[in-house]
Structures are given as structure tokens and as C-alpha cells.
């Protein structure tokens, strides 16, 4: 059974930094696209950065510098490095895969089938 679980949100004051983790199990990564996607209260989801099985990514324009994004194909899980927080990255934190030989991954909400439940990240002092 294909399954995406995330972890690792939490409250933390602007300037902190949070790891975010997608642990994939039921199918490998070396074949499938990873996004991160947040959905922040009263808005739409949008996507962050995503990773493909060749280690290319991408990121939004919002979230560039800041944020990145890694895989650990031993454990099978993809990670999203959050540093430098800011309130308005505040939100709900989703990690969705894909299978797929593209070369180049995308942020697309469309293009992901396989979703996790998400995890809570909530920036305040």
C-alpha cells in the first residue's frame, strides 16, 4: 500500500528553522516525484518545492533561499529543510508523490496522485 507520512512540524518563532520529513513506504522513490505543498487558513494549496528521482528540484519563488530540499533514498524519505521563517509560512505542510520519468518535477497540484495527511507548522513569537 502506497503511503506518504509527514513529520517534524511544530510552533517556532520567526528566524527558526524546522525540518520537515515525508517518509514513503509501499513503492521507492529512484522512480517518483516528491512535492511539498502548504495550505494556509482561508487560502489555497500552493506549492513549495518539489525533487525528483535524479536529485533535480525546484522551488517557489517565495520560499527560494530558505528552503530546502533533500532525499535520503536509504530510508526512503524526502526532507524540506525550513529555515528562516517567517509568519506567513505558517500552514499546514503536505508532501504528495508521483510516479513519473520526466526529467524536471513541477509544482502543479494536478500532476501529484498520492498524498500524506500533512503536518502543522506555525510561525509565531
Known amino acids: 500500500q502506497l503511503q506518504l507520512v509527514e513529520s517534524g512540524g511544530g510552533l517556532v518563532q520567526p528566524g527558526g528553522s524546522l525540518r520537515l520529513s515525508c517518509a514513503a513506504s509501499?513503492?521507492?522513490?529512484?522512480?517518483?516525484?516528491i512535492g511539498w505543498f502548504r495550505q494556509a487558513p482561508g487560502k489555497e494549496r500552493e506549492g513549495v518545492s518539489c525533487i525528483n528521482s535524479g536529485g533535480s528540484t525546484a522551488y517557489a519563488d517565495s520560499v527560494k533561499g530558505r528552503f530546502t530540499i533533500s532525499t535520503d533514498n536509504a530510508k526512503n524519505t524526502v526532507y524540506l529543510q525550513l529555515n528562516s521563517l517567517k509568519p506567513e509560512d505558517t500552514a499546514v505542510y503536505y508532501c504528495?508523490?508521483?510516479?513519473?520519468?520526466?526529467?524536471?518535477?513541477?509544482?502543479?497540484?494536478?500532476?501529484?496522485?498520492?498524498w500524506g495527511q500533512g503536518t502543522q507548522v506555525t510561525v509565531s513569537s
Open positions: 509501499g513503492f521507492t522513490l529512484s522512480v517518483y516525484h
Open positions: 504528495a508523490g508521483v510516479p513519473t520519468l520526466r526529467a524536471t518535477c513541477v509544482l502543479g497540484l494536478n500532476t501529484y496522485e498520492y
